[in-house]
């Protein structure tokens, strides 16, 4: 599928009605500029969901969620963004550019096309004589007709050429055949024959339920390998996909989490025991593509693997993963080395319902096995801490990595500022470890009533509706006396999209610097996007910024002023020198003061914060 012109895409926003698209699933009621709702992505009774028609945005101060009317129908109907752009621009009648012609779409229809007529013949012969090997195995592991009709198994007939001659009685090209991945060219280069010969099949489809591949597993001893996959086509990206799609959809949504299983039979498992919610990947380890995926839908995952030695490897694998996406991750170990589908039978299906609902925290189930190797001494306990560490760093919320740092230090019995070292170098030494921003990402829902925050707010918002504020100069200041953070960083985007002219009738364009945001500072161009209350209804929106910029001078000298005297009380440090700096901050104070900001000072005297007013004076 080739790519969208970013016009397109634009025109697609501009020219949508978020409001229309979201009241079909939500009932919405206007409150002032937005539109309310009980948010469709978490259970709630009161409203938090807000859609802002105009900037074409929603957002749910419970759940986090938010986005364009792209993202909306991402979320919603489990699209991907290709598939929810041209949705929506089939709606609003807006033709989408095809960068390799109509003839691409029309191939693309084609793999689907052998993909179904190949599902059918492997359905149609596992009822046949020649599927009865196929239909044993099923017997054994506890299936009958009706379960191999749920989950669309099949048989690849133990032939060269079933699906090849199928498909040519369907018209569909040998080459089509190939591309989708169930031929193969003979080496002879005349003719092609079937990949899958004498296994049993299962559809892997995408989350439109569009087929894209098939798996297969071996029924004859000596069949190498176990399981065989069709490769990856233009249709098929193993990296991105999941077996389990998009029946799982519903589920995951009602359930709050993801269940992530190894292989075909252990996500069936789960659904058979009722826990519709269970993806497994097809043949591939675990990647950033499918974290993203499941971070779209989910802020819960829980890792089920075989309870082996290869099951715990695998569980710290999936969280090297998953953690830095911010997901947040629980384990379950299958007791006695089986498997999700033999514990089922073995057990029933409340036993497996409960081992997933009890499943404990993943880093502790870590922590856990790391220590049964040992802790006693200090190298066993170096070890124990260089093992689990890497995986601490990677966690993406700043608070929990410190939690998980300080639980692992308790565990093995070291100095917690001896753990938090080492996982700050792990995080160093880590190219794919989550880049945090500080304190203020980490806190921020814990900072929320602090004066800085507020008046940081204040000022993005400022910045995002009144970009004509911002000079050179200003913008300049700006990057001088902001803090170090998430909201710095989002004024000085802002400050850039407007000069770049990224603006349109409500401001700067806030989708045009998301891409260059991480998730929690999204979250918060979000939240001041879709907050519709008034800056200030006393002062114009030049005193306004006035009066920040003068609020964050004054919070700068204050700090200035600090360090300034902390350095005076060193014997060691150059006292005439440090005189002659504070005279000079001192002519810098008096200098802003003169200039009018003296509702600086009225802000600075806050006695909750530590600014110039309550700082000692520099005319002491």
């Not at 995951?252 to 269970?278: H, K, N, S, T, W």
Request: aromatic share 6%; proline share 5%.
């Amino acid at each position: 599928m080739s790519r969208i012109p970013e016009a397109t895409i634009q025109e697609i926003r501009s020219r949508a009605d978020i409001v229309g698209l979201v009241s079909r699933y939500v009932e919405l009621k206007q409150a002032g500029r937005n539109w309310k709702g009980l948010c469709p992505f978490h259970n709630e009774k009161t409203p938090s969901f807000n859609v802002n028609p105009d900037r074409q945005i929603f957002h749910c101060f419970g759940c986090q969620e938010g986005g364009d009317v792209v993202g909306f129908l991402m979320k919603h109907e489990g699209l991907t963004f290709p598939e929810a752009a041209r949705q929506l621009a089939g709606e609003l009648g807006i033709e989408i550019p095809e960068e390799h012609g109509a003839g691409d779409r029309g191939r693309t229809a084609k793999l689907f096309e052998a993909n179904d007529a190949a599902q059918d013949l492997y359905r149609e012969a596992l009822r046949e004589p020649e599927g009865k090997p196929a239909r044993d195995y099923l017997v054994s592991r506890g299936f009958d007709g009706k379960a191999a009709d749920r989950f669309g198994l099949g048989f690849a007939p133990d032939r060269w050429d079933a699906v090849a001659e199928r498909l040519r009685r369907k018209r569909i090209a040998g080459e089509i055949g190939a591309e989708a991945g169930l031929l193969a060219q003979r080496k002879s280069g005349s003719g092609h024959y079937d990949r899958l010969r004498g296994r049993l099949t299962f559809p892997i489809r995408d989350v439109r339920g569009r087929l894209i591949g098939f798996g297969g597993r071996a029924l004859a001893a000596d069949q190498e390998p176990k399981y065989l996959n069709t490769p990856e086509s233009p249709i098929f990206q193993k990296r991105q996909s999941f077996y389990g799609y998009p029946d799982a959809l519903e589920p995951i949504r009602r359930a709050g989490r993801v269940i992530l299983c190894e292989g075909y039979f252990d996500q069936i498992a789960f659904a058979r025991a009722g826990l519709g919610e269970a993806l497994a990947t097809c043949g591939t380890a675990l990647t950033p593509d499918h974290a993203s995926q499941l971070r779209r839908r989910t802020k819960e995952v829980v890792l089920v693997f075989d309870g082996d030695a290869a099951g715990q490897q695998a569980t710290e694998k999936a969280l090297a993963v998953l953690l830095p996406s911010g997901l947040r991750v629980r384990a379950a170990l299958i007791p006695g080395g089986g498997d999700p589908d033999d514990y089922l039978r073995a057990h029933g299906d409340d036993a497996l319902r409960r081992l997933v609902d009890e499943a404990p925290d993943a880093l502790e189930l870590v922590i856990r096995n790391a220590l049964r190797q040992g802790a006693s001494t200090p190298d066993q306990k170096a070890d124990a801490v260089a093992h689990v560490a890497p995986l601490i760093a990677r966690v993406a919320d700043a608070v929990s990595r410190d939690e998980y740092a300080r639980r692992l230090a308790m565990a093995v019995g070291a100095s917690e500022s001896a753990v938090a070292t080492i996982v700050r170098k792990a995080a160093r030494n880590d190219a794919q470890a989550p880049q945090v921003d500080g304190e203020d990402l980490g806190l921020a829902r814990g900072r929320r009533d602090v004066p800085e925050e507020r008046q940081l707010r204040a000022l993005a918002r400022l910045c995002l509706q009144r970009p004509e504020l911002i000079g050179d100069e200003t913008a300049l200041r700006l990057q001088d006396i902001l803090p170090e953070g998430a909201w710095k960083a989002i004024v000085l985007l802002l400050v850039e999209a407007a000069a770049d002219g990224l603006v349109g009738p409500g401001g700067v364009d806030a989708f045009a610097i998301e891409s260059r945001l991480d998730e929690e500072t999204t979250r918060r161009l979000r939240e001041i996007s879709i907050d519709d209350t008034p800056i200030d209804s006393e002062r114009t929106a030049d005193q306004v910024l006035d009066d920040l910029i003068g609020w964050f001078e004054g919070r700068r000298l204050a700090a200035r002023e600090r360090e300034l005297k902390r350095r005076m009380r060193d014997p060691g440090e150059d006292h005439e020198a440090l005189l002659a700096e504070r005279h000079a901050l001192l002519l810098e104070r008096r200098a802003r003061m003169g200039v009018g900001r003296a509702s600086a000072s009225r802000a600075a005297g806050d006695s909750r914060v530590d600014t110039v007013s309550t700082a000692p004076g520099l005319d002491s």
